[in-house]
């Protein structure tokens, strides 16, 4: 008699588990729906992303959550545990149309897989908007995100503002075929080339911060006069100036995406900018432009999400809106 | 242990239907349990079109678990589906996509290539004779992973022909066709595991190799279709995945093997080999479907809904620990 109580216990338990698990999701849905009535009343805004587990993401996350609260609708964030998990991401935007929100604002992972899904939420009459990464869904409300090209010139802008005409300079891209990392390099090279500068080694790192490492140092072996480094991601910037520091050079070097580590080492003096995305504001003009697709007003269909520039002079500011934004 | 025996024995007539219905239907009360639960907590999961989305989120791991019974009624296990499954809808996608040739040859081309790396598993464990499937699948597993992202360099390939999403796209009613293949696939497998020679054999492979052997059985023969089987099953799996996306990705089903062995193991199917039903594989797969789907309709996020699932996990198979543990004193 006992054991099968105790069998039955363990079921019971997990029933629990899950009740548990109910309540602590309904806290986290942050967002309140008191204010601002009419059209809004009842809409939730459901915000599926690659995944909540990188910063990137929480920082979109906060975003998200700050327009909800500020602009008085409810905004469910959700997203798998990786971006390895696209069935998952595909998965939880068929859950969020089963509950018909408002409006739908998405970060696709693979952008091919969700437009099925997405086809069906907008036949419903559910506004989609997509928000960092695009995908070829011809109802969509809007794409908000910035363009790595964009970024990769204002990089090459900051890195020639640094030198002098005619100075040698390397670049280091991400993986071969890496479509994002690729236009920030070819930005780059355009804005670099239109001030005059030379362009003498351009070579793929992964986006590995060892790999860059070795990669920079081969590259100082055959150009000794190079004045300059740009690199399509942080982690990729800071490999290459550990083998610059290596080899007791002093030359700037400039990343992009605008991480902690690397804002970090900018207010040390060592990395001379970033370019950063903002994933902050993707989050906070997806929701923010959601709502004007429920109230039937007119929304852009390409917005621009922006571009910082991050040097020595506003790190330390930088560096503490990314630390008060995930503290939420 | 010595105050449970006394008591057992005592209680046995009550007992006994008890332990026989629990033994049986101890998953399905889970689910039921479940259902029940989180009907309770949302009034979004009783619907049709959320059923209908369980069970077409569920058909992809039914398929793939179904395929990974069979390895574990035999004592092993088929760490490799889930890039069985990639490196299978990656060629089809070449095929029928990047060649554009006829789709049906590029079904072919799918179905094949997951026999193929099913039947090398196969190969490597007899032939070879390493030393346990766990080795030769982990093996094909990255063997597998690997070439699915070299052959487009990591490129996915998204515009299938309508015939190659039929499966993963089209409806019957409101019936998903994915998940009637899922219960045409369960009843030939029930009927293969039991009303067929093989199907016996890999019961019995299972229960004792040695004395299976001895009996005669051409086990190698038999664990290398076993093996093939799961493949097969895994590019199928693809084939419906492809159809729900409309898009093949050298990523697909990353670690897709962990939900399949889950399923069969919650479904009542023992580790050790011998012990498990398609039924219960089944409902295996569903409890897991319904678990992820309830937390999503309960914005519970994901990190936490890996937690609840390896609790369910832990959970099922201490019910089967108490069971044979019973079992064994009766």
């Known amino acids: 008699m006992k054991k099968w109580v105790k069998s039955l216990g363990v079921v019971a338990m997990a029933a629990s588990m899950i009740i548990a698990s109910g309540c602590g999701g309904e806290k986290s849905s942050g967002g309140s729906s008191e204010k601002e009535g009419n059209d809004l009343e009842g809409k939730t805004i459901s915000v599926v992303l690659k995944t909540l587990s990188s910063p990137y993401w929480k920082y979109v996350e906060a975003g998200a959550k700050a327009a909800g609260k500020e602009l008085g609708v409810e905004v469910n964030v959700v997203g798998p545990a990786s971006e390895s998990q696209v069935i998952e991401q595909v998965n939880m935007i068929e859950d969020q149309i089963n509950q018909s929100p408002g409006a739908l604002v998405v970060s696709p992972t693979q952008p091919s897989t969700v437009v099925p899904s997405l086809e069906q939420a907008t036949q419903q009459g559910i506004p989609v908007l997509l928000i960092d990464t695009d995908a070829e869904l011809k109802d969509k409300t809007t794409f908000i995100g910035t363009e790595n090209f964009t970024a990769g010139q204002e990089a090459g802008k900051l890195l020639a503002s640094m030198l002098n005409k005619g100075d040698e300079v390397a670049l280091i891209s991400g993986a071969l075929g890496n479509t994002a990392t690729d236009e920030r390099i070819k930005g780059a090279k355009k804005a670099l080339e239109d001030a005059g500068m030379k362009v003498v080694a351009e070579q793929p790192a992964d986006s590995d911060k060892s790999k860059a490492m070795s990669v920079m140092e081969n590259i100082l072996q055959n150009n000794k006069n190079i004045k300059g480094v740009f690199a399509a991601n942080d982690d990729m910037a800071l490999g290459v100036l550990r083998a610059v520091e290596a080899k007791g050079m002093k030359i700037p070097v400039i990343g992009t995406d605008g991480t902690v580590e690397a804002v970090e080492s900018i207010i040390a003096g060592k990395l001379a900018g970033t370019i950063a995305q903002s994933p902050y504001d993707m989050g906070y003009l997806g929701v923010e432009n959601a709502i004007k697709a429920i109230k039937g007003e007119k929304v852009e269909k390409r917005i621009d999400s922006g571009i910082d520039v991050i040097t020595k002079e506003n790190a330390q500011e930088k560096l503490e809106f990314l630390k008060s934004i995930t503290k939420e | ?330």
């Open chain 2, 1 to 330: 242990m010595r105050e449970l025996a006394v008591n057992s024995s005592e209680t046995n007539v009550e007992k006994k239907s008890v332990k026989h219905y629990l033994s049986k239907f101890g998953a399905l009360i889970g689910l039921i349990i479940l259902c029940t639960v989180l009907t309770i907590l949302s009034d979004k999961f009783l619907t049709i079109n959320n059923i209908m989305n369980i069970a077409r989120q569920s058909s992809i791991n039914a398929l793939l678990a179904l395929g990974m019974l069979l390895p574990i009624l035999t004592a092993g296990i088929d760490l490799s589906v889930g890039s069985i499954l990639a490196i299978s809808i990656m060629l089809m996608g070449i095929v029928s996509v990047n060649m554009g040739m006829h789709p049906i040859l590029g079904i072919l081309v799918c179905l094949l290539v997951g026999c193929f790396f099913g039947w090398l598993n196969g190969i490597l464990l007899t032939k070879l004779k390493l030393p346990h499937p766990f080795i030769s699948t982990l093996g094909t597993m990255n063997i597998a992973r690997g070439l699915a992202l070299i052959v487009t360099a990591a490129a996915p390939i998204a515009g299938f022909p309508y015939l190659i999403q039929f499966l993963g796209r089209e409806f019957v009613g409101p019936i998903p066709v994915s998940f009637l293949l899922v219960i045409v696939m369960y009843i030939i497998f029930h009927i293969f595991l039991t009303r067929t020679k093989t199907g016996r054999y890999i019961y019995a492979i299972g229960g004792n190799k040695e004395a299976a052997h001895l009996s005669g059985i051409n086990v190698d023969r038999v664990l290398v279709i076993v093996y093939t089987i799961s493949g097969f099953m895994a590019s199928l799996a693809g084939l419906v995945m492809v159809g729900r996306v409309n898009s093949a990705f050298p990523l697909a089903g990353l670690s897709y093997e962990l939900d399949a062995i889950a399923a069969v193991i919650i479904g009542g199917a023992s580790f050790f080999g011998g012990v498990g039903t398609v039924w219960g594989t089944l409902i295996g797969a569903l409890i897991i479907a319904v678990l992820r789907n309830g937390l999503n309709l309960l914005n519970v996020s994901a990190d936490f809904q890996m937690a609840v699932i390896g609790f369910v996990i832990i959970a099922a198979v201490y019910v089967d620990v108490i069971r044979q543990r019973k079992s064994k004193k009766d």
